[in-house]
């Protein structure tokens, strides 16, 4: 310890009597320190409810707490509420809740409050997005005491306990709602362990720590308010800026590293890596079943021996990546270990899939009735990884003769060919934390249904999946689904969904909500 | 240029047509013109090594190779290879023809397209003409890439999409210029015997007015080439001009700009191969206007 140091400690005790010697005794944090943070991603809101980006997440996880905590590993720890009951059926959620909590603005948090921010997500004017499919069918809260609040279900729904944990479901101040209206994505008001500052567009999210923390979730390993004093969020959308920006120094973290810098930077020992495994369905590629030649099962199948996933990833991302062989991530619920082998890389098989499906190769391409094997594979043109691995996925293709084509989308375009069903595969990610993320991928009728599927035992088995309790009947469920949809090679899981996340040594304590949301309420940064 | 007009008459009263030895003199100025000499063998040089790719490298450019990824410049590949481990010389090489064959169509299609309406608008002028230019104007009040994003948004992405957007950039500007000329020379004496002589509209267009206006639309041609050729690669920066895994500057320079730190070669090849291919347009630009119009020095 510096001697510097060390009489800023004596100053601080000498003015601040017990209370200081309480807290700064324990160690010589730095309780002064602001940390930058390069940002990948730009803004679309900040209010929980209505944004529709999985980036958003972690700022909104340090802003907002939920009624739950959930740990990396997925158990359900209190947080805004102490304890929980369930109903026999399944139906009824009971929570009972914290009486010392008050919103950033000074609102106390009650059961009332609960009630507010379900109204709101609720309510057909609010367009809601991620958070009101987080309710599921449990849409209604009711206030049965002042810190008593209950959750009515119209058909039981396993998911929601797990799911009110993430940072989607952060409650709001109902008084900062009813204030700000439409413009509450600029005034975001939460509990949690800091505070909104300001926000530039496309530039920069300013938070500072909320002195009056004081209900930590236990699990993280820190009692009372947060030891960073300020944290800014840079928008750095470009990789390149975002990785010179950390090796300077001008930030202390940052996320989305891309994959060569994560193996560099690894090897050096000013560098901490904390990958965050982000769960849901990884990143995988829907495949189209309802276009020529995706169409048809063989064809489908054959894409899955002759895409080499380690390749693609050691292609597009240099490796970074560890590939993903199964629907769901590993480390969820109902991941199915089993699935992992089904179709290894194989282009031998891939090309005899074809033949005994009928294909005939000519002038080196496959084409059956006079028409040519050729895919289309999308890619969303902004993205720095997408458009890589479609190119990395087309070579493999190429390789087993096998036509693509990539043609690269703004969103908007990219999205309206996905519903249409004009792509054949398109690489995307999508998030979530209960295995039943499938049904909105799987089930016909769904916005995401991009790979245009129809099996009615499949939707019969995501209903069943819904309403069991029995976890280990669950389960079973949906390792069956899983293997439906491998066995019909409707998606093609291309590698795990991780952010990698690179600090420097100085920060300590840096930690996420289960499902990938990093956590900064428990870090601390030393001088 | 100037001496296909045909009805001798006519054109000796505008005083166009040169005799041989003028001509001969002509070029041999134009030689000793240094920057133009210069871009010429500049332009010669890169045009010869990007259309002789297949001969210069036996490297596929889109083939990919996982072990060989980031390998640095020397040995087998010349300029290294890039993040897939494909050869960097090859894709530079093809993409630099498909770049300067794009940027040639650009500027031949956008020159076509507005001197042909230009001619119509300047020699007609009256509502035809007033109507032509004000929807010209429409088109010059974009600024010239929101216009090629909004054509290749409503087309879709691609090469030939790209080409079509940004001559669509290029259509006002030579239209602009080509109207004016046809205003200015559609009323001189060597037009009115024409018209006198009982010609046709569309033979008093082409074989008198136009090449009276071309040598200006030939100096703006190759003044835009620089300028297509930079617009060509931004589309492919972005991801919207040719679609990968067909090679394309544009398209390698985003390639590289993610590992610019540990792979600098990735940019700096196909951003030296664009940087010469624009100064050597521009020299010959630069060049041909002096020799040419020396009253177009506005453009």
Known sequence: MSAGRKHRLIKTVLAAGALALAAGGAQAQNKNAKLVVGWAEPIDTLDPVTTGARNQGPLLANIFDALVWLTPDFKVEPLLATKWTISEDGKTYTFTLREDVKFHDGTPFDAESVVANIKYITDKNTQAKVALSLLGPCKTATATAKYTVEFKCETPYAPLLAQLGVPYLGMQSPKALAEYGKDIGLHPTGTGPFAFVSYQPNQSLVLKRNEAYAWNPASVGHKGPPNIAEITFQIVPNAQARVNQFQSGQSQMMQQTPGVYWNTFQKMDRFTAIPVPITGLGIFAPVNASKFPTNDLAVRKAIQYAVDKKGVIQLAEAGAFPPSLTPLQPSMIGYDKSLEDMYPFDPAKAEATLKDGGWTKKDGFWEKDGKRLSLNITAISTSTSYPLLAQAIQGYLQKVGMEANITQLATPAWLASNINGDMSLTPLQYVGIDPDALSNWFTPGQYFNWSHFNDPKLTGLFQDGQRERDPDKRLKIYHEIQKIIMDQAVMLPLRQNIDLVMTSKKLTGVTYIGGGYEYLGAASLAD | ?299
């Open chain 2, 1 to 299: 240029m100037s001496d296909i007009t045909s009805p001798a008459t006519a054109a000796e009263i505008a005083g166009t047509a040169r005799p041989a030895w003028s001509r001969r003199k002509a070029v041999l100025r134009a030689l000793r013109h240094r920057s133009l000499s210069l871009g010429l063998v500049l332009f010669i040089l890169l045009v010869l090594a990007a259309f002789s790719a297949p001969w210069l490298t036996s490297f596929d450019p889109t083939a990919q190779e996982p072990m060989a990824t980031f390998t640095p410049p020397g040995g087998v590949h010349l300029m290294g290879t890039d993040a897939f481990g494909r050869d960097l010389f090859a894709r530079v090489l093809f993409g630099a023809r498909t770049t300067i064959l794009a940027s040639i169509s650009v500027v031949v299609l956008g020159a076509i397209v507005g001197t042909v309406l230009g001619l119509v608008a300047g020699y007609f002028g009256g509502t035809l003409g007033f109507s032509i230019m004000r929807l010209i104007d429409l088109l010059l009040a974009f600024p010239g890439i929101l216009l090629a994003l909004t054509v290749t948004t409503i087309l879709g992405p691609g090469l030939t999409n790209g080409v079509i957007a940004i001559a669509a950039i290029l259509v006002p500007i030579f239209a602009r210029l080509v109207e004016g000329a046809t205003a200015e020379v559609r009323n001189l004496p060597y037009v009115e015997a024409a018209t006198a002589a009982g010609a046709s509209s569309a033979r008093i267009i082409f074989k008198h007015i136009l090449p009276n206006v071309m040598s200006g639309v030939i100096v703006l041609t190759t003044t835009w080439l620089g300028i297509a050729a930079l617009w060509i690669t931004a589309l492919g920066f972005i991801g919207l001009g040719v679609q990968p895994p067909r090679p394309e500057l544009g398209a390698i320079l985003n390639d590289g700009q993610n590992y610019i730190m540990l792979a600098w070669w990735i940019t700096v090849f196909p951003g030296l191969f664009l940087s010469l291919f624009v100064i050597s347009v521009n020299l010959i630009g630069d060049g041909l206007r002096d020799e040419l119009d020396p009253t177009l020095n506005r453009l």
